[in-house]
C-alpha cells in the first residue's frame, strides 16, 4: 500500500542534462508504478545545484502537506494493519485533546525548535502519563509517515523524552490540579477508557475522595435528597 496515495497522491520527479537527453525511460518508470503523468516534474539542466524549476516547483507541492495528513494517514495504516480499536480511539483522544497545536502545520514547519515550545506549554498543564502517551503517539504517527514515503523530513518528536513517571511522582507529591486540568482530565477519561473510569476520576477530584473510598461506594452510601 503506498500511504502517499492515501493523503494526497503520489508525485515523480526526472532530470536529464540537457535538452539533448531524453528523459522517456525514467517517465515510463514512473508510469508502472501508477504515477499520473500530471504529478511528474521533468527538468532538463545540469544537477550541479537544486536551483532547477520543475524541482522547486515540486518542493511547493510537498510543502502542502500537514500535520492532519500525517495523522489521517496513520488512521488508515492502523486500521489496515488490524491495529487495536483501543490503539486507534486512545490515539484519536490524544490528538484532539493535546496534538491539535499541529493540526493545521505544515510538515516542512514543524521544527525541534516547535516542539519544544510545545512540550514546554504541554507539561504545565497535562498529566503525566498523558504526556507520555501523546509523545509516543505524535512519534508513531510521524514515523509511519516515514515509513511510507509521505515525508522525508526527520521526526522532530525525537528530540523529546518521556517523562521519568517514578521521578516526577516525587516532585509533585504535594502539588495540586486546578479546576481546568481536572476538567480536563475527565473528558480525556471519557475518550480513552471505559464508561467506568470518567465517573471515577470525577468523584476523587470533585469530592476528593480517595481511591480507595470511591471504589468502595455502595448504593446505600449515597443520599439522594
Known sequence: MNMANIISKTF????VS??????D????????LGINERDIFVDKCS???FDRPQYQALKVQLREITFDSLYKAYVTYAEANNFSMNTITSGEGLY???LQFFSDKKVVDITKQVVQNWAIEAKKIMPVYSYN?????????????LKNDITIQPNPFNILSAINIKKERKNRENVRI???QGALLIEVAKMMFNDYTAPIIACSFYAGMRQGEVLGLKWSDIDFE
Not at 515523480?12 to 532530470?15: E, H, L, S, V
Not at 501523546?134 to 512519534?139: D, I, R, V, Y
Open 47 to 49: 544537477g550541479k545545484n
Open 96 to 98: 484532539k485533546n493535546y
Open 178 to 180: 486546578n479546576m481546568e
Open 12 to 15: 515523480g520527479y526526472c532530470r
Open 133 to 145: 502517551n501523546t509523545l509516543k503517539k505524535a512519534k508513531a504517527i510521524w514515523n509511519c509517515a
Open 25 to 32: 525511460r525514467q517517465l515510463e518508470a514512473m508510469l508502472e
Open 18 to 23: 540537457s535538452t539533448d537527453q531524453k528523459e
